[in-house]
Each structure stands twice: as C-alpha cells, then as structure tokens.
C-alpha cells in the first residue's frame, strides 16, 4: 500500500507540497489517450477470451498426459524475459523482418506491420493469452462430466449444452482471466513502445514519460495514474456484476 498511498498524496498536491486539483486537471486533457488505451486493451482482451476458450476446452478432452506436454509448451515462453518476447515481434514485424522478406522473396510488396495499433494488439495478446488459458482451463478440467451427461439426457444439443452447464459452470475462469489480461494491458507501456512507436502512445507510455521528465511532473504524473486506478475498478466492478 506505501507505494499507492505515495503516488496519492503526490497526486494531491503540487510541486511545493501544497494541496492542490491541478493535477486531475491536468490529467484530463490526455482523454483521448485514456479511450485509446482502455479501447486496445478490451479488443486485446477479448481477442484472447476468443482465441483461449475453444483451446482450454480442447485440452481438456485430451489424454493427461497431452495435457501436461502441452501446458508445459505454454509455460515456456512465459519463463522467457518479458523484453526478448517483445524484441522477437520487432524482428517478425519489421520492414525487414521476417515476414516482409519472405514477401518480398515471392515479389509481393511489403506491409506496414510494425509500428501500428495492430502490432501493439499482436504483441499483447502474445504475451498476456497464457493468463487468460490458465485459469480457463483450471476450472474446466474441474467441470463434473456427469452434468454433461445429464444435460445430454434431457435432450440438450452441444449449443445448448455448453449456454446453459459448461458456460455458466466455467465463468469463474473466464472472469479470472479477463481480470488478468486486462489490467496489464490497460497499463502497459512497453509493448506500446517497442511494437506502436510513436503513433500508438497509451497511457502507460504517458505516466512514464511524465515521471522520467523530473520531479516537477510527478504530480501530472501520479493524478493520471490514479484516475487510470479508478478506471480499471470501475471495469472490473462492471464485468464482475
């Protein structure tokens, strides 16, 4: 709590030490950039709700032994440094990486790939899927398998069987996950920097800008990182309901 209760009290004051609001007001003029970041954070986290559902279901219909190879794949890239998993989407996504080369090799034009909201989505949903497939999965291979047989007795078809006992059953996980995604990818900043540049500036590149310019912005600073504290309760209030 000492670090919040900081950034509070510094987010309360000016320069001097004074009380002051300048700071909220002050915040509010990067509006823009709040409802960008909240914008690409959703999309990335229902990207990864989308993508991580079907995968967890499906690995739960496998052998145990499958399912424990195939966790441990998962697993791997997380042990792997946070900024080598970034660096590697640059190599993929330049104008020479990877996949520019290999279209170019077969006389295609190449793609503006890096430095684009899309790059910044790519590169969170690669990094943030393992949170939203983990506790997906930890609740489904739970699920109690005579409930499905029973739904299945009493005439439910796969639709129905998946709205009315898998969906409900599983929804913990799924409220898990999107907790685990979308708070990271709200505030993140350096998968912003290295894959966005500077035409894809969120408000984690914002906070951070504002408290590497020196003491005198650490109030602008910590107001914008409160009213983004807010925001994200404000969410997961919402989601939770």
């Not at 989308?50 to 195939?70: D, I």
């Not at 497939?133 to 409930?147: C, E, G, H, Q, R």
Request: charged share 10%; hydrophobic share 50%.
């Amino acid at each position: 709590m000492i670090p919040i209760i900081m950034i509070g009290f510094t987010a309360f004051t000016d320069k001097n030490g004074n009380f002051s609001l300048q700071a909220f007001t002050n915040a509010f003029y990067y509006t823009n950039i709040f409802v960008k970041s909240l914008w690409i954070a959703l999309i990335s986290t229902a990207i990864c709700l989308v993508l991580a559902y079907p995968l967890a279901y499906l690995l739960t219909r496998m052998k145990e032994s499958t399912q424990n190879a195939l966790i441990m794949l998962l697993m791997i890239p997380m042990w792997m440094n946070f900024l080598i998993r970034t660096y590697s989407w640059i190599t993929i996504l330049a104008n020479t990486g990877l996949i520019n080369t290999f279209l170019k090799s077969i006389g295609l034009k190449p793609l503006k790939l890096i430095n684009t909201p899309g790059a910044v989505i790519l590169g969170m949903v690669y990094d943030f899927i393992p949170y939203m497939i983990l506790p997906i999965y930890s609740v489904m291979s739970k699920l109690d398998k005579s409930l499905l047989e029973a739904a299945e007795d009493l005439g439910s078809n796969s639709f129905t069987k998946f709205k009315r006992v898998i969906f409900p059953l599983t929804k913990p996980g799924v409220i898990s996950g999107i907790t685990m995604v979308f708070v990271p990818s709200v505030s993140t900043f350096y998968i912003s920097q290295k894959l966005g540049g500077n035409k894809t500036m969120l408000i984690g590149d914002t906070i951070e800008y504002f408290f590497n310019s020196g003491p005198e912005h650490y109030n602008i600073a910590s107001a914008i990182s409160m009213v983004l504290m807010v925001m994200i309760l404000i969410c997961l209030f919402i989601m939770n309901r």
